[in-house]
């Protein structure tokens, strides 16, 4: 399985992506989490993997935390709907793990 990018771009924004402790991460976000965006500076937070936080879970979180993005870059009025953003996340991680 590939490593979860440490960069990637959407549109002409380039967002990098940190993996951080559970703590940094609920520092960060101010309430647990297992990832977070900050649209303004484009930089993507997720829990690393190891207790609390499964190697799926850290797939999972950075799908979630792309799908907030790639909403965000389109504009589009569901990019904070947390409902639409984690079924998207889902079908993002689902095509990623079974791409042939």
Same mark, same amino acid.
């Given at each position: 399985?590939r ?6 771009q959407?549109? %002409?924004l ?6 951080? %402790? @559970? ?6 976000? &101010?309430?647990?989490?297992? &990832?977070l965006?900050?649209?303004? %500076? !484009?930089?993507?937070?997720? /829990?690393?993997? &190891? ?6 879970? @850290?797939? /999972? %979180? ?6 907030h993005?790639l909403?965000?870059?389109? +504009?589009h009025r569901?990019?904070? +709907?947390?409902?639409?953003v984690? !079924?998207? &996340?889902?079908?993002?991680? /689902?095509?990623?793990?079974t791409?042939?």
């Amino acid at each position: 399985m590939r490593r979860i990018p440490e960069s990637f771009q959407c549109g %002409s924004l380039t967002f990098t992506v940190k993996r951080v %402790s @559970a703590e940094e991460l609920e520092k960060r976000a &101010g309430t647990p989490a297992y &990832g977070l965006i900050l649209y303004d %500076s !484009q930089e993507i937070y997720i /829990q690393k993997a &190891g207790k609390g936080c499964s190697v799926a879970l @850290a797939w /999972q %979180s950075f799908f979630h935390e792309y799908a907030h993005a790639l909403l965000w870059v389109m +504009n589009h009025r569901d990019k904070c +709907n947390e409902k639409v953003v984690d !079924q998207l &996340g889902h079908a993002l991680k /689902q095509l990623h793990d079974t791409a042939r």
